[in-house]
């Protein structure tokens, strides 16, 4: 079977059929390789001929445009195994978010944001990565879906500029130390059991249907026993092993798993709301029997966790300008991981004499970082690194980076870093929040003709 190539071109299908693209969505990621692709050709049947359904502030959106875009959509709900709306409301759904995404890139052009060639051509070379091949591969299986390169590469101009947008509005968009504290009490006394992350064991001490009185008193004294030995501190794992009736038991230590508390059955939800993690419950009865159950994990799911992969890295940044364009900037510092690659130079004396970052007098030593905590294009550019490895120049608000990630390690985060986390997560959903309704404003705004539909 041909391998097939899994590009995101815009959003995941169900937010791209909103309005406003979420501040998630901007980067140009893609989905893991396997399964069915993320794009595919839009469909042979025959049709008739291209037309326009819409004008905005005077540029045109055709019938074809409308359908390309439907295809890609179609293919990826179809991935995501969601069912395609009704062709008509599909069709005014895609052709509303290509009126918002003309009237974004237009607002774009007129402030004078550009995205140059090697711009492109590092979003290109990040995809490949991403799909673990080379740009000639790349480019082999778009031809293979039938996806023009010179589409390819305009769709990923246009993501730049739409990202490169939205990081010009929103980049003063604050979080307090407030807004922090409001956030965390929210979550943390949230009531919704979806919101709420278990890792349980259990240990199960299994009643027959037929049991009588007295033998489902010895049971339970039984479950009682194992409670106490439980509270006493012996391992569970090693009791659930040797005790428990619960299937699979002997191989999992009647370990479930993590898992939202709506996915649990209420009754162990119940007997576990107010332990902390490493609490063993009461005897609590069901239909199976009699179980223990102790908490190994217990968090809000939209809250941080306690164990998270950080990254160690350095960069070395330039700032754009007047003085220094873009693509110079880019040319600098390709030239710069040239010579570091040949043993020519040196990171950390590069970066002392030329980034023009607080970290230069490190060397550009970043430290310790927990996910989140660098801008999107910075964080994927580190994520796609092994350690030791360079990437090429990296383009962000602040300018351009060459950046080297050090190392990698699991470590449990502290409470300030907890809440630094917070922070992040809180400013991502204010910028989606502003986001939303700055889009619909621009939207707004536009001159919109709408002409035929798109069939």
């Given at each position: 079977?041909?391998q097939?190539l899994?590009?995101?071109?815009l959003?995941?299908?169900?937010?791209?059929?909103?309005?406003?693209l979420?501040?998630?969505a901007?980067?140009?990621?893609?989905?893991p390789s396997g399964?069915?692709?993320?794009?595919?050709?839009?469909?042979?049947a025959p049709?008739?001929?291209?037309?326009?359904?819409a004008?905005?502030?005077s540029?045109p959106?055709?019938?074809h445009e409308?359908?390309?875009?439907?295809?890609r959509?179609e293919?990826?709900?179809a991935?995501?195994?969601q069912?395609?709306p009704?062709?008509?409301e599909?069709?005014?759904?895609?052709?509303?978010r290509?009126?918002?995404?003309k009237?974004q890139?237009?607002l774009?052009a007129?402030?004078?944001i550009?995205?140059?060639e090697?711009?492109?051509?590092?979003?290109?070379?990040?995809?490949?990565r991403?799909?673990?091949?080379?740009?000639?591969?790349?480019?082999r299986?778009?031809?293979?879906?039938?996806i023009?390169?010179?589409?390819?590469r305009e769709?990923?101009r246009n993501?730049?500029?739409?990202?490169?947008l939205?990081e010009r509005?929103?980049a003063a968009?604050?979080?307090?130390?407030?807004?922090?504290?409001q956030?965390?009490?929210?979550r943390e006394?949230?009531?919704?059991?979806?919101s709420?992350e278990?890792n349980?064991a259990?240990?199960?001490?299994?009643?027959p249907?037929s049991a009588?009185?007295?033998?489902?008193?010895?049971?339970?004294a039984?479950?009682?026993?194992?409670q106490?030995r439980?509270?006493?501190g012996?391992d569970f794992?090693?009791?659930?092993?040797e005790l428990?009736?619960a299937?699979?038991a002997?191989?999992?230590?009647?370990?479930?798993?993590?898992?939202?508390?709506d996915?649990?059955?209420?009754?162990?939800?119940?007997a576990?709301?107010?332990?902390?993690e490493g609490g063993v419950s009461?005897?609590?009865?069901s239909g199976?029997?009699?179980?223990?159950?102790k908490v190994?994990?217990?968090?809000r799911a939209?809250l941080?966790?306690?164990?998270v992969?950080?990254s160690?890295a350095r960069h070395i940044?330039l700032?754009?300008g007047?003085?220094?364009g873009?693509?110079?900037?880019?040319q600098?510092?390709?030239?710069y991981?040239?010579?570091?690659?040949?043993?020519?130079?040196?990171?950390?004396?590069l970066a002392r004499?030329?980034?023009?970052?607080?970290?230069?007098s490190?060397?550009?030593?970043?430290?310790?970082?927990?996910p989140?905590?660098?801008?999107?294009?910075?964080?994927?550019a580190?994520?796609g690194?092994?350690?030791?490895e360079?990437a090429?120049?990296?383009v962000?608000r602040f300018?351009v980076?060459?950046i080297q990630?050090?190392?990698?390690?699991?470590?449990?985060l502290?409470?300030r870093e907890?809440?630094?986390l917070?922070?992040?997560?809180?400013?991502?959903?204010?910028?989606d929040?502003?986001y939303a309704k700055?889009?619909?404003d621009?939207?707004?705004r536009a001159?919109?003709?709408?002409r035929?539909?798109?069939t």
């Amino acid at each position: 079977m041909n391998q097939r190539l899994h590009v995101l071109w815009l959003a995941c299908a169900a937010q791209a059929l909103a309005l406003t693209l979420p501040a998630s969505a901007q980067g140009l990621r893609v989905p893991p390789s396997g399964g069915r692709p993320a794009v595919r050709a839009p469909d042979a049947a025959p049709r008739t001929a291209d037309y326009i359904v819409a004008v905005v502030n005077s540029e045109p959106i055709t019938n074809h445009e409308v359908r390309q875009r439907m295809a890609r959509f179609e293919a990826q709900l179809a991935q995501q195994g969601q069912a395609v709306p009704p062709r008509a409301e599909f069709a005014r759904q895609v052709l509303e978010r290509l009126i918002s995404e003309k009237a974004q890139l237009q607002l774009a052009a007129d402030n004078g944001i550009r995205v140059d060639e090697s711009a492109i051509d590092q979003a290109e070379q990040n995809i490949a990565r991403q799909n673990q091949i080379d740009v000639a591969e790349l480019r082999r299986r778009l031809q293979a879906d039938g996806i023009p390169l010179a589409s390819f590469r305009e769709e990923l101009r246009n993501q730049l500029l739409l990202t490169r947008l939205r990081e010009r509005e929103f980049a003063a968009t604050k979080v307090t130390d407030l807004e922090v504290d409001q956030y965390l009490r929210e979550r943390e006394n949230s009531n919704d059991p979806a919101s709420l992350e278990l890792n349980l064991a259990h240990i199960l001490v299994a009643v027959p249907e037929s049991a009588g009185e007295a033998q489902v008193a010895q049971l339970r004294a039984r479950a009682q026993r194992v409670q106490e030995r439980a509270r006493a501190g012996e391992d569970f794992i090693k009791l659930a092993r040797e005790l428990s009736d619960a299937p699979g038991a002997a191989q999992t230590g009647g370990v479930v798993g993590v898992r939202t508390a709506d996915r649990y059955p209420p009754l162990f939800v119940d007997a576990v709301q107010a332990l902390p993690e490493g609490g063993v419950s009461n005897v609590i009865r069901s239909g199976a029997g009699f179980h223990v159950v102790k908490v190994l994990e217990k968090r809000r799911a939209d809250l941080p966790g306690a164990q998270v992969v950080q990254s160690h890295a350095r960069h070395i940044l330039l700032r754009t300008g007047p003085q220094l364009g873009e693509a110079a900037a880019r040319q600098r510092l390709a030239d710069y991981k040239r010579r570091i690659q040949a043993g020519q130079a040196d990171f950390a004396q590069l970066a002392r004499e030329h980034s023009q970052d607080a970290s230069a007098s490190n060397g550009g030593d970043l430290g310790w970082a927990s996910p989140g905590l660098f801008v999107p294009e910075f964080e994927e550019a580190i994520d796609g690194l092994k350690p030791g490895e360079i990437a090429d120049p990296v383009v962000s608000r602040f300018g351009v980076h060459l950046i080297q990630l050090l190392e990698r390690r699991e470590a449990a985060l502290s409470a300030r870093e907890r809440r630094e986390l917070a922070r992040a997560m809180l400013r991502e959903k204010k910028l989606d929040e502003a986001y939303a309704k700055w889009a619909q404003d621009v939207r707004g705004r536009a001159y919109v003709e709408l002409r035929e539909p798109p069939t």
